[in-house]
């Protein structure tokens, strides 16, 4: 085994000490302040910065709802192929494509996750983003531009788990993991969104609390609202 690789490997295993979050995905349990086992960071100082502002929802589709949100976007996705350039260089191995239009399923799995996810009345960006990710690709750190956003993203996580990342803007050395389980819903509201950078892990590098987890082509389906 090379030095490098050697290397390598003593600076991934030194994110993996856990340090769980004091809270959990259900709201009420955010005031309570329950362990929960979604979020692990590098200091109790930086879970807690990020209280009420992150947030999984494991489980927040069935199977079948995953199925059916699935054959709605494949065939588009289908026809386009993976790129690995993106134009902010934000993103390696993926492909995109936007949805106005959503059969009576996907509709009803969209209105649940704008209930959730977003104030009453708040005005949303009207298209919805899918984003597949190769198996080999990764989303790099970047903070969304507030042109295209608003303060909060929500995402509902097809075909396979991953680690999000979280890195304050300000302070390089400290993070939080996200386990974005497959089917689970994540979100990202104010701070979160613009003060720290998020990526999503290489499969080489996706470890949560020591554990491997292992990466395989992701889909994402993304609301978000627009800019105040």
């Not at 209930?115 to 899918?130: I, K, N, R």
């Not at 531009?145 to 990342?165: E, H, N, Q, W, Y």
């Not at 998020?198 to 990466?215: A, Y």
């Amino acid at each position: 085994m090379t030095l490098i690789r050697v290397v390598k490997q003593v600076q991934r295993k030194s994110l993996q000490c856990p340090l769980l979050c004091k809270f959990s995905s259900d709201s009420s349990a955010l005031r309570k302040g329950p362990e929960c086992k979604w979020l692990c960071g590098s200091s109790q100082e930086i879970v807690s910065a990020l209280r009420g502002q992150v947030e999984v929802r494991q489980n927040f589709i069935s199977e079948e709802e995953e199925n059916a949100l699935f054959k709605e976007v494949e065939p588009g996705l289908r026809k386009k192929r993976y790129e690995f350039d993106h134009w902010d260089d934000a993103i390696h191995g993926y492909r995109e494509t936007e949805r106005l239009q959503w059969g009576v399923m996907g509709e009803s799995i969209l209105r649940r996750v704008r209930a959730v996810a977003f104030p009453e009345g708040s005005p949303l960006l009207g298209p919805v983003h899918v984003l597949d990710l190769d198996k080999e690709g990764y989303i790099k750190p970047h903070i969304d531009s507030v042109k295209f956003c608003g303060s909060t993203i929500a995402g509902l996580s097809l075909l396979s788990d991953s680690i999000m990342r979280l890195v304050p803007e300000n302070n390089s050395t400290d993070w939080v993991d996200l386990l974005l389980s497959r089917r689970s819903l994540y979100i990202l509201r104010d701070d979160a969104r613009f003060k720290f950078t998020h990526e999503i892990l290489k499969d080489e590098d996706s470890f949560f609390i020591g554990q491997k987890v292992p990466r395989h082509r992701r889909i994402s389906v993304i609301c978000r609202n627009l800019p105040v």
